[in-house]
């Protein structure tokens, strides 16, 4: 059974029982002090701003029986999955792989690379590694979502025109229909994030369609007021 989601540029209706929730790299190397963005010289409180808004839609989304999955980005500590060009740019206070306040930084098994604790997977919740920006670059999520026969993404999490938007072009490119969150999605940079949303939903959604945490939540409360509650 399908349930309208008021979204940009045109409201969308999704079958829940078809739908996944992708909260992609909330971890601590992004959002707190000592981690890979302050190294790169942001300001990692402004992530802070989608926590509470995808903390309800998760709550919400757990509820109603959605498959879950969480992204982390992250490379193994001998750094063989890490591309020199990529660990070399730029001018940041410590590289990849570097020893950090919370261990090495953005490796995996160490502290920052984990997820915030607002977050946290339960037990039964996927979690992708993944090496590089897109989560279907060099993972099984695809597989993930083929098994559930899932059509459609609710997309959360940082940053916005960086990993959501990587996730969302991929995505996009293998069929399925991405609604991401506005507002349980953040940038370093106000003005990224917002353009950020305006170039998934231009052109008629060419990426896809932007909606938010209120919105999804309202749908969630009208697929529930439907005979069946559980779409898993």
Known sequence: MKTPIVAEPQPIEVDFARTALIIIDMQRDFLEPGGFGETLGNDVSLLHAA???????????REHG????????????????APPAKVERGSPSMRIGAPGPMGRILIR??????????????????????????AFYQTDLEVMLQGRSIQNLLVCGVTTEVCVNTT???????????????????????????????????????????????????AFGAAAAQPSKKYA
């Open 51 to 61: 926590v509470a808004p995808c903390r309800a839609v998760l709550a919400a989304a």
């Open 109 to 134: 098994g160490e502290p920052g690379h984990d997820i915030i604790d607002a977050l946290y997977p339960i037990p039964g919740e996927p979690v992708i590694d993944k090496p590089g920006k897109g």
């Open 168 to 218: 969302v072009r991929e995505a996009n490119d293998r069929g399925y229909r991405c609604v991401v969150l506005g507002d349980c999605c953040a940038s370093y940079f106000p003005e990224f994030h917002e353009m950020g949303l305006k170039m998934i939903k231009a052109q008629g959604g060419i990426f896809g369609w932007v909606s938010g945490s209120r919105e999804v939540l309202d």
């Open 66 to 81: 959605l498959l879950v999955i969480h992204t982390r980005e992250g490379h193994r500590p001998d750094l063989s999955d």
